[in-house]
């Protein structure tokens, strides 16, 4: 079975940087996937990154400002964001899952973190 910790959120100003991780127990596979969700508004997708390949993707509002990594070694999987806009503002969550292509819904990852809460203040 795979448990996802998450840390690293917080309350930053406008223009601050972040950075979550997501520790994951078990083995990894797939994707690692970044998500969020503000109230009121669906789940969004952030980015993703393949444990194996280490290719990326990112949702169009983050391009530019945010990475994603992942440390094999470690299980671990990070979301560096720099530039945060109040519009950031949400539950950050992380998933695994997703061993095929695209990778951008929800829907394709089986494992997911408890939430982290971003508020970016203007």
């Known amino acids: 079975q795979v448990q996802l910790v998450e840390s690293g959120g917080g309350l930053v100003q406008t223009g601050g940087s972040l950075r979550l991780s997501c520790a994951a127990s078990?083995?990894?596979?797939?994707?690692h996937g970044w998500f969020r969700q503000a109230p009121g508004k669906e789940r969004e997708f952030v980015a993703h990154?393949?444990?194996?390949?280490?290719?990326?993707d990112y949702g169009d509002s983050v391009k530019g400002r945010f990475t994603i990594g992942r440390d094999n070694a470690m299980n671990t999987g990070y979301l560096q964001m720099n530039s945060l806009k109040p519009e950031d503002t949400a539950v950050y969550y992380c998933?695994?899952?997703?061993?095929?292509?695209?990778?951008?819904?929800?829907?394709?990852?089986?494992?997911w973190g408890q939430g982290t809460q971003v508020t970016v203040s203007s």
């Open positions: 078990g083995r990894t596979f797939g994707h």
């Open positions: 990154i393949s444990w194996s390949a280490g290719s990326t």
């Open positions: 998933a695994m899952g997703c061993s095929g292509f695209g990778c951008r819904s929800s829907t394709e990852y089986w494992y």
